[in-house]
């Protein structure tokens, strides 16, 4: 019997802990990736060939936020997109125009934290 106890107890606490953070809670607020292509509907990729477009894309899901996107270049350069102003529900692209082949790292902040990044590649 207190076996039972002591197991009902334990699923007690864990469920509490599971329902005080869910774990997906800052993940959907946000949604980004990398596509080859600027459209709407766009697919995620990590693959590009190098003279195909290329875009950025973010959207919020809870709030009327103000991002700022970076990529990493292959040859360790950075570049930014800062204070990109992006509207809740809405779907923003920002044009990559890199045709250099190699990695890329794309990163998403937020209030000046990252929230994101995506890694593709684009040959050539």
Same mark, same amino acid.
């Given at each position: 019997?207190k076996a039972i106890k002591a197991l009902a107890a334990v699923l007690v606490a864990s469920g509490l802990l599971a329902s005080? *953070?869910?774990?997906?809670?800052?993940?959907?607020? @946000?949604?980004?990736?990398?596509?080859?292509? /600027?459209?709407?509907?766009?697919?995620?990729?990590?693959?590009?060939?190098?003279?195909?477009?290329?875009?950025?894309?973010?959207?919020? $899901?809870?709030?009327? *936020?103000? @991002?700022? *996107?970076?990529?990493?270049?292959?040859?360790?350069?950075?570049?930014?997109?800062?204070?990109?102003?992006?509207?809740?529900?809405?779907? @923003?692209?920002?044009?990559?125009? $890199?045709?250099?082949?190699?990695?890329?790292?794309?990163?998403?902040?937020?209030?000046?934290?990252? /929230?994101?990044?995506?890694?593709?590649? *684009?040959?050539?």
């Open positions: 019997m005080a *953070v869910p774990a997906t809670a800052g993940a959907a607020a @946000y949604r980004h990736f990398v596509a080859c292509g /600027i459209t709407q509907n766009a697919k995620p990729a990590h693959v590009c060939p190098k003279g195909s477009k290329k875009g950025a894309f973010f959207e919020s $899901s809870q709030a009327t *936020v103000s @991002y700022s *996107v970076c990529i990493k270049f292959p040859d360790g350069k950075n570049r930014c997109a800062q204070a990109q102003e992006a509207e809740e529900g809405s779907l @923003y692209v920002n044009t990559l125009t $890199s045709t250099i082949p190699g990695k890329h790292v794309a990163s998403w902040f937020v209030k000046g934290k990252k /929230i994101g990044s995506f890694t593709f590649r *684009v040959t050539g």
